[in-house]
């Protein structure tokens, strides 16, 4: 793996998320605007497709962003922006690894760490002013660059290998974590599906307090080029009886998974 954290095809697609900015700020006849900022704090996890690897845990990571809100009405908006956040989790698969003895399948934890920028577009339902409060929920999707992936790794043998390939069980003692750099592993866009719920407590004129919970996942598997070995529970490899070898073989695969948070979202509206 390549130690270098940033994305090389990140400056390649950067007009064409300015681009998408553009064309949802230019089609929206809006009454009005409003505009803020946010820090967001988050919980984000990793959700495993298939039997590719495990989910082992959630991560605190952090975010912040600019608010754009295009009204339609007093009730109704159209909400974009830019949203820069961390994401990523902890997970457990199964690689294999060639030694001068012959090969050998390695027990990985791997606790991710993925840096996005996102363009949001989504519908925002606003009630009218109560008490100086505006309450509001938003539905719709958002498309992230990958502008940094890596992790924490950490392998363990687990089963090797005899010159007849038949497979044993071994005891071994845990690497040292090292950093590695998950950008070829890792997938440019991430579409992803937006839910939340907030209020707006205003001060004086247009100026607010803004407190939300966001629900932010992604919609389709994130990782490419990324071999491991099937697992149900990550403490055990899947094996099938080969025919032609008349033994019985690990079953191979690709990591199929995604990512999401729940965002703690607070900022200013002016």
Not at 33 to 40: A, D
Request: proline share 3%; charged share 15%.
């Amino acid at each position: 793996m390549k130690h270098s954290p940033r994305n090389p095809h990140f400056m390649k697609y950067f007009l064409l998320v300015a681009a998408c900015f553009m064309a949802s700020f230019n089609a929206v006849q809006a009454q009005g605007y409003h505009l803020g900022l946010t820090v967001s704090p988050n919980i984000s996890f990793s959700d495993a497709r298939e039997l590719s690897h495990v989910g082992t845990g959630g991560q605190a990571h952090f975010g912040y962003g600019f608010i754009f809100d295009a009204l339609f009405t007093e009730s109704y908006a159209i909400g974009t922006g830019v949203n820069i956040f961390y994401n990523g989790g902890r997970v457990t698969y199964f690689e294999s690894n060639t030694t001068p003895d012959g090969a050998v399948i390695n027990r990985i934890e791997l606790d991710q760490k993925q840096q996005y920028v996102e363009i949001p577009l989504t519908f925002k339902m606003r009630t009218k002013e109560i008490g100086y409060s505006t309450y509001y929920g938003q539905f719709g999707v958002g498309l992230g660059l990958n502008v940094r992936s890596e992790g924490m790794r950490t392998a363990t043998l687990f089963s090797d290998s005899d010159s007849l390939g038949n497979w044993a069980f071994a005891n071994a003692v845990a690497s040292d974590a090292e950093l590695v750099s998950l950008v070829d592993e890792t997938l440019l866009f991430r579409p992803s599906v937006i839910i939340g719920l907030g209020l707006e407590r205003r001060f004086t004129g247009t100026t607010a307090l803004a407190v939300g919970l966001r629900y932010n996942m992604a919609l389709r598997n994130q990782y490419q080029a990324f071999p491991v070995y099937q697992t149900r529970t990550g403490d055990e490899v899947i094996f099938e009886f080969d025919e032609a070898l008349g033994i019985e073989q690990p079953v191979q695969g690709d990591m199929k998974g995604k990512t999401g948070q729940i965002e703690l979202c607070v900022g200013l509206m002016f």
